[in-house]
């Protein structure tokens, strides 16, 4: 077998996909969880299966972290130490920034080439076209290990900053439970009626693709800072009609706490004067940067 002998630390549900997909591709792959019983079935599937991290780190130069925090990733890798020198580590964990700005000086203190990624997928899409990946970091270990990170999903290198992946993944992820919270709104509040929430699916789903065209249009008017431009759903007319979303909920017998607190801030920005523009300028009710503070790549 010519392939790049890989290891992964973390057989949860996604760490699980990681490995399988290396395996399907030809990869050695050693694999190493705190509970034991979970390599088990890819033990059966060929997996080579380690009695420690430190076991597993030594036998492949490519070692793939995919834990449940940062706080795992350092219980299990600080004892290690030294152990990961010359090695590449690409952590999968979700974290912060700072997280994983700290992590990457923390391996090279320890001669580990550190590549931090963020994992836009579900476990059953690992390894699909509908998979993407967001990696920054070491730019030697994307491009020598890219034929690996590529059997995950489409992989994208965003720079040098190992932070920067981890923003990218929060922002995305944000937008995602935004959506969600919306979703789980309207189900309540078809379900307060009696209305089965697969009735309503089709319509919903059709009606987010429709509006997911938006982010593109908020994008524009956010690095301008011009919110008022080209505006066909203003502000005060969206804040008049917010309150029939809470006032329903309140009819109906649902807490309103999942869409509540967007109306809060349409509310304070037509009371500061800006009714007359468009969603977008809530953005500036949320602090830190503003048009003159984007940087582009
Ligand atoms: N699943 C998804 O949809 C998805 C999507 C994108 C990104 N991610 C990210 O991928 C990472 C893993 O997610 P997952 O779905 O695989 O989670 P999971 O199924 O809950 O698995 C968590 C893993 O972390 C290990 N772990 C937790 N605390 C530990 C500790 N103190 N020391 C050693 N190991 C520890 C667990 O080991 P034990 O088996 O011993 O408990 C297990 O291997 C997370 O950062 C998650 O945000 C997940």
């Not at 990869?27 to 299966?49: D, F, I, P």
């Not at 995919?66 to 600080?78: A, G, K, N």
């Amino acid at each position: 077998m010519s392939e790049t002998p890989v290891t992964v630390l973390g057989l949860g549900d996604m760490g699980t996909a990681l490995a399988r997909a290396l395996m399907k591709a030809g990869h050695r792959t050693t694999v190493w969880n705190r509970t034991a019983a979970k390599a088990e079935a890819l033990a059966a599937e060929g997996a080579l299966t380690a009695a420690t991290a430190g076991e597993a780190v030594a036998a492949s130069p490519l070692v793939v972290v995919c834990l449940l925090d940062y706080d795992s990733v350092r219980q299990v890798l600080e004892p290690l130490g030294d152990a990961l020198s010359g090695k590449a580590v690409v952590n999968l964990t979700n974290g912060t920034p700072q997280q994983a700005r700290d992590l990457a000086a923390w391996a090279a203190g320890h001669g580990a080439h550190y590549l931090d990624g963020g994992i836009m997928a579900v476990p059953p899409m690992i390894g699909t076209p509908a998979a993407f990946l967001l990696y920054s970091g070491s730019p030697d270990v994307f491009a020598d290990h890219r034929a690996v990170l590529d059997l995950f999903g489409e992989s994208h290198h965003l720079g040098e900053d190992p932070g920067r992946a981890p923003l990218y993944d929060l922002a995305l992820l944000s937008a995602m439970y935004g959506m969600f919270s919306g979703v789980l709104h309207a189900y309540a509040l078809v379900r307060s009626d009696g209305v089965a929430a697969a009735d309503v699916a089709p319509l919903l789903g059709r009606w987010l693709t429709a509006m997911s065209g938006a982010a593109d249009g908020f994008a524009q008017q956010i690095d301008s800072g011009d919110h008022a431009t080209g505006v066909v759903s203003n502000l005060a007319m969206q804040s008049a009609g917010f309150v029939n979303f809470t006032g329903s909920a309140g009819d109906q017998g649902i807490s309103p706490e999942l869409i509540a607190p967007i109306g809060d801030l349409m509310a304070r920005r037509v009371a500061d004067g800006h009714g007359h523009e468009g969603l977008s300028g809530l953005v500036e009710l949320l602090g830190a940067g503003g048009p003159g503070a984007v940087q582009t790549r």
